[in-house]
């Protein structure tokens, strides 16, 4: 824990939760992006909520809305406080309200429609976080430095590359850290002209040459006025309207995250946190002594092994893997192999109690002899025997019964039935 007190102990902090997650589909036709399992046993939301616990900001607010059952249940199970604490992790569902009879718009619409709810507690700050990135962070840093520099809107941004500022809001600061111009996604030469920040300033802050730009990763800190005047003009997205504005007539400073950070926005970027995770040295680990991701106790029993060969995998508690060989995989809970090849893939393993299969489905699990590779197989998959997912005509996006292509990654969708001797 950071050791932050007074004023940054009191900053409340907001997760959006709510979005769609069109681009992780089918990963999110089933639950809402921020409930999407990851690492084998955690939940993205997990992110967010961990390092504020560890920052020392324990009153947390989740806006949520769409398929959110599983989320919420994974919530109120994980996340519980003992009673002589302030702290707490609360849901705030989308609702109608005297004031607002629409669903959320955008994530700053999100807030706005929670303003009263989120305002009404003693504290002066108020952190906005995504829902559904990959990182670890101490907010007290982050807070210390709004104050310092007496800010009204702080923003973290991550150095990155031309190719990878497209995908994301950039910034361009002054030498003393103020933001002095913000662009959304800025996909092209000419989006994102004069956007570099100047090579001696990337040199005093220690950041590589060839990452001449820098990224909003999507987290703000607001003075809680700053925010409210911001929310008045119902501005529907933090940033696409409010930062922007924000910048124009506010103090807005940035502040320089030099670790791990990955968006988890599509399938492909998903896919990759993965390889991350398995590969020989890896840039980030959920299991971090002095900074652990926390999820939902399983009490499952530890993973069965026999006859089978592992290099550089992750294996989740309460799995079965017999007769198999797993390469640059990451293996979740409850997963049953017999007699299986995976190579660098995903498999989110079982619910404790699946849906029952149509009449003559295999069990849930992958069957003897089946193939798997660069593919994401979600829970409760009932796959048969001598399956080969390989994606042998290098499509880059695709769907069938139970399946969809996505960026050239086979997804093996939730509750899905792949009969014996199919090849996706």
């Not at 906005?128 to 809107?153: F, I, K």
């Not at 973290?156 to 497209?166: D, F, I, M, Q």
């Not at 003009?233 to 950070?261: C, E, M, T």
């Not at 979600?378 to 019964?401: F, H, Q, W």
Request: charged share 25%.
């Amino acid at each position: 824990m950071s050791g932050v007190t007074g004023k940054e102990r009191d900053a409340i902090t907001v997760i959006l939760g709510g979005g769609r997650g069109a681009r992780l589909d089918p990963l999110t036709r089933l639950r809402s992006k921020p409930a999407v399992p990851i690492a084998g046993k955690y939940r993205l939301i997990d992110i967010p909520i961990s390092n504020s616990i560890h920052s020392g900001m324990e009153r947390i607010f989740v806006l949520t809305q769409y398929n959110s059952i599983s989320l919420h249940r994974h919530i109120v199970r994980t996340y519980k406080f003992d009673p002589f604490s302030r702290g707490f992790v609360q849901i705030l569902a989308a609702q109608q309200t005297p004031e607002d009879d629409t669903w959320f718009q955008g994530t700053a619409d999100a807030v706005r429609q929670n303003l009263r709810i989120v305002t009404e507690l003693y504290g002066e700050l108020v952190l906005v976080l995504a829902g559904d990135h990959v990182y670890r962070m101490d907010y007290g840093d982050l807070v210390r430095e709004h104050v310092e520099n007496r800010a009204d809107v702080t923003l973290s941004v991550s150095p990155c590359s031309a190719e990878e500022v497209g995908g994301f809001g950039a910034v361009r600061v002054a030498p003393d850290g103020r933001v002095v111009e913000f662009r959304e996604k800025p996909g092209t030469p000419e989006a994102r002209a004069g956007m570099e920040v100047p090579g001696d300033l990337l040199e005093r802050r220690g950041v590589a040459a060839d990452r001449p730009y820098l990224a909003s990763m999507g987290i703000y800190l607001f003075d809680k006025k700053v925010l409210v005047e911001a929310l008045e003009n119902r501005l529907a997205d933090f940033g696409r309207d409010v930062i922007p504005a924000a910048v124009s007539s506010r103090k807005v400073y940035a502040h320089l995250y030099g670790g791990y950070w990955r968006d988890i926005g599509t399938i492909r970027a998903f896919y990759d946190a993965h390889l991350d995770l398995v590969s020989p040295d890896p840039p980030f680990t959920f299991g971090d002594p002095g900074w652990p991701i926390y999820t939902h106790p399983r009490y499952l029993p530890g993973a069965r092994v026999s006859g089978t060969r592992f290099n550089r995998a992750i294996l989740s508690e309460g799995s079965l893997v017999i007769g198999s060989t797993v390469e640059d995989s990451v293996i979740g809970v409850r997963a049953v192999l017999h007699g299986v090849t995976v190579r660098r893939s995903l498999l989110m393993g079982a619910d404790p109690h699946p849906p029952e299969g149509p009449p003559g489905a295999p069990p849930v699990g992958i069957g003897e002899g089946t193939l798997i590779r660069d593919a994401i197989i979600d829970k409760n998959a009932r796959i048969g025997r001598n399956v080969r997912i390989v994606n042998p005509d290098k499509l880059t996006d695709a769907e069938g019964p139970g399946w969809a292509i996505r960026d050239g990654i086979v997804v093996v969708m939730k509750n899905a039935v792949v009969p014996d001797g199919t090849t996706i």
